[in-house]
């Protein structure tokens, strides 16, 4: 299956047609951390990232269950962003260990740190379709449904760079003349861009595993 980035957007963007309050306010709860913190010109850094990771993992079976029902055209509520907060530990385990395995990749050298963020990029979306699926297993199944469509997915999250510099540049305009709301207008703008990227990401695992379900059968 080859994976087209124009024809994912355009699926994403048919998904998110009556869809865009709920998620663009998922979102924001999901990222609320991040933007919080860049309130705080004079926090530490590494405590803003402690406390977006610590939050968002709060949010993460609830946020990508919703972005999986967004693609599905299922029915969508925004109290569903709290149906997995008593799963946090698992999310944090779960966000640790990407961001960990990851991390050691990058240090390696940069095209292996991305290569390893590709491999890893279905591994949420794993978790909101499989909720009792182990954190070893769903990276596992991750990689496994990204094996041959390293360089396509590269090139769908490449293809949002335009959408990025629709929220960079008018950034840019606010941090010469206000530079203490650069972050959070960054924050706030990036919300938008988030929402588009998840759905297209939720609809490239629809197809990997629709893909995945098609070569079972035909085995």
């Given at each position: ?27 924001l709860v ?8 860049g309130l ?180």
């Amino acid at each position: 299956m080859d994976i087209e980035s124009k024809e994912i957007r355009k699926s994403a963007r048919y998904s998110l047609k009556g869809n865009w309050k709920i998620g663009i306010l998922s979102t924001l709860v999901y990222s609320c951390a991040g933007i919080i913190g860049g309130l705080f010109q004079d926090s530490s850094v590494i405590w803003n990232l402690i406390l977006e990771i610590i939050f968002g993992a709060l949010f993460t079976f609830g946020y990508f269950s919703i972005i999986l029902n967004i693609v599905r055209g299922e029915n969508v509520n925004f109290s569903d962003i709290f149906t997995g907060t008593k799963k946090f530990t698992k999310a944090l385990g779960m966000t640790l260990a990407v961001n960990i395995l990851t991390l050691l990749w990058s240090l390696l050298l940069i095209i292996p740190g991305i290569i390893a963020a590709v491999k890893y990029s279905m591994t949420y979306y794993i978790w909101a379709d499989n909720p009792n699926i182990s954190i070893q297993e769903a990276i596992d199944r991750s990689i496994k449904m990204t094996d041959g469509h390293i360089s396509e997915i590269f090139w769908l999250y490449i293809s949002f760079i335009g959408w990025s510099l629709l929220v960079i540049a008018p950034a840019a305009a606010i941090k010469y003349w206000h530079p203490e709301y650069f972050d959070v207008f960054m924050s706030f703008g990036m919300i938008f861009v988030n929402v588009y990227v998840n759905v297209s990401f939720g609809s490239l695992y629809t197809k990997l595993l629709q893909e995945g379900q098609r070569d079972l059968e035909a085995y």
